[in-house]
C-alpha cells in the first residue's frame, strides 16, 4: 500500500491554473467516484476549493494520477505539470494535517478550510471511495486541527477570505458608511461578506441567487433585498462594490456588461471583488475605466499583513503538528506488530490446549473448582511467557525497527 497526494494551490498555481481545475460541489461525487476507480487506486478523497484542488489516494500499485488530471480535465502535460506537487507516506500526514490546521491557507489560521475537508471527506464516504486507512487518516486530521484550534490563539487573529475582501474594500473607500453592496451568490462566503460589511457600515445589501429561496433567507437575515439572478445587470449599477462568490464556471460579467455599468453610473466607480473560482468577472473588466477588479489572488496582499501577529501562534500549531505526525506515525508502525501478535498468541493457545487435551484423562479426577483452577493457571502462565515476545514486538514496531520485528516472527516461526 502506498499513500500519495497530488495537487495544486495558490502557491504552486496561478489562478488561470487553478480555475481550470475547480471541481462544483455538484461535480465532486463524480470526480471522486472517477478517481476511485483508477487502475491502482484502492482509496480516494479530493478537496477542492478555491485555492487548491488535492487528489488524497491510498495505492494498492502505482498510480497515474496525473493522467487522471490531465485526462478529466482537458488540460495538456506543459500547462499542469509544472505546477504540480506530490507527497508520498509520511509528507501526506503532514500536509494534510497542515491543511485541516488552516497552516497551508491564503489566510493562515481561516476557518472554512476544515469544514471544505470534512466536506470533502463526507462525498468521498458516500461514494465508498474511502475505508480504513484514509478513515483513519481524515479522523486523526480532523482530531489535530481541533486541537491546534483549543491550544493556540492561531484563530484569534485570522480572517477569512470574506473578510480580507471587505477590509480591501474599505482601504478602497476609506469608509463603508453607506455604500451599497451586491452579494452574487448566496452561500457561506457571500453570508460571511454580509457579517462583515453590515459590522462596517454599509447601508444596502442586495443579494442576487439561482435559488431565489436562497437569497431571500440571506438578505432576510441581513434586512437587505433579494433581487432576481436574471436581473444582475439591472441592478449591478445600484452597487458600489460587487462581491461574487458563485460556481457558475464562466464570466458573470463581461467587459461589455461592465462598460453599460459604468455608464449607469454616471462616472461614479465601482469595485469588482471576485472571489470565485473559476472566476466569475472576466479580468479584461480591468481595463474599463472606472472599474475595478480584484480576485482572490489579490487579496492574499492583504493577508500577508496579518502575518506577523499571526506567526507566533503558527509556530506554536506547527510544532503540534509535527509532534502529531510523529505520533500517528508510530500509530501505523505499531499497527504492524498486531498480526504477530494475534499470531503468536494464537500459537499458544492451541498449544495450551492441546497440552490440557492430552492431560484430560489423569485430570479427570479433579472437582470442577479444580478443573477451572487449572484452566486459571495455565492461562497465566501462557500469558506470562508472552509478555516479553510481545512488548518485544510492540517496541519493534514503534521505533521502526523492521529487522528486529522479522527476527521476532522467524523465532517464533509466525511468517508461514
Known sequence: MSLTL????????PLDVRERLAIPAGRLADATRSLAHRPGVREALILSTCNRVELLTE?????????????????????????????????????????????????????????QVKDSYAVA???????????????????VAKKVRTETEI??????????????????????????????????????????LIAQGASQILVANRTPERAQRLAAEFHG?????????????????????????????????????????????????????????????????????????????VAAQNLTERSREASAAEQIVADEVDRY?????????????????????????AELDR????????TPEQQAAVEALTRSLTNKFLHAPMTAMRDAANTGDAATLEDLRRIYKLNS
Not at 67 to 94: C, G, K, M, W
Not at 125 to 143: D, I, K, M, P, T
Open 6 to 13: 497530488l495537487g495544486i494551490n495558490h502557491l504552486s498555481a
Open 59 to 115: 495505492q494498492e500499485q502505482a498510480a497515474d494520477l496525473r493522467s487522471f488530471l490531465r485526462d478529466y480535465f482537458s488540460i495538456a502535460p506543459h500547462e499542469l505539470d509544472p505546477h504540480l506537487y506530490e507527497f508520498r507516506e509520511r509528507e501526506v500526514v503532514r500536509h494534510l494535517f497542515r491543511v485541516a490546521s488552516s497552516l497551508d491557507s491564503m489566510v493562515v489560521g481561516e476557518p472554512q478550510i476544515l469544514g
Open 125 to 143: 464516504r458516500e461514494v465508498g471511495a474511502v475505508s480504513s486507512s484514509l478513515e483513519r487518516l481524515l479522523q486523526s486530521a480532523f482530531a
Open 155 to 196: 484563530g484569534s487573529s485570522s480572517v477569512s477570505i470574506a473578510s480580507v475582501a471587505v477590509d480591501l474594500a474599505k482601504r478602497i473607500f476609506g469608509s463603508l458608511q453607506r455604500s451599497e453592496v451586491l452579494l452574487v451568490g448566496a452561500g457561506k462566503m457571500s453570508e460571511l461578506a454580509a457579517r462583515h
Open 225 to 301: 433585498l433579494a433581487v432576481p439572478f436574471a436581473d444582475l445587470q439591472t441592478h449591478a449599477p445600484k452597487a458600489d462594490i460587487v462581491i461574487t462568490s458563485t460556481g457558475a464556471g464562466r464570466h458573470l460579467f463581461n467587459v461589455a456588461e461592465a462598460q453599460v455599468i459604468l455608464h449607469k453610473r454616471r462616472g461614479k466607480p465601482v469595485f469588482f471583488i471576485d472571489i470565485a473560482v473559476p472566476r466569475d468577472v472576466d479580468p479584461g473588466v480591468n481595463r474599463v475605466d472606472g472599474a475595478f477588479v480584484y480576485s482572490i489572488d489579490d487579496l492574499q496582499q
Open 329 to 353: 506515525q508510530r500509530r501505523l508502525q505499531s499497527l504492524d506488530a498486531v498480526p504477530g501478535i494475534r499470531a503468536l498468541q494464537q500459537q499458544a493457545e492451541q498449544l495450551r490446549v
Open 359 to 366: 492431560s484430560r484423562a489423569r485430570l479427570a479426577s479433579l
